[in-house]
């Protein structure tokens, strides 16, 4: 009678060392979307201020801006008909 004891009590310890590493695996799953979201936020406002960063200077400098982006075709241009 006391191994049946021993074996219940191996089985719900087994039984709340399962429940005890879901919660952990929820508490990791929810922890690394709020990072993650925060991150994905964190670079879209950066990008959107290096947006319109870049958009002054192109308006600051509209020439500039034209001769850099045609050398910049014309690069990408030689190196795609390679």
């Known amino acids: 009678m006391g191994s049946s004891t021993t074996s219940d009590r191996v089985g719900d310890d087994v039984g709340k060392l399962k429940n005890d590493i879901a919660n952990l695996a929820d508490s990791v799953r929810k922890l690394a979307s709020e990072k993650v979201g925060t991150t994905a936020e964190d670079v879209?406002?950066?990008?959107?201020?290096?947006?319109?960063?870049?958009?002054?200077?192109?308006?600051?400098?509209?020439?500039?801006?034209?001769?850099?982006?045609?050398?910049?075709?014309?690069?990408?241009?030689?190196?795609?008909?390679r």
Not at 47 to 61: H, Y
């Open 44 to 81: 879209q406002v950066k990008a959107q201020e290096k947006l319109g960063e870049l958009e002054s200077m192109i308006r600051r400098n509209p020439s500039q801006s034209a001769l850099v982006a045609a050398g910049i075709g014309f690069v990408m241009g030689l190196i795609l008909t």
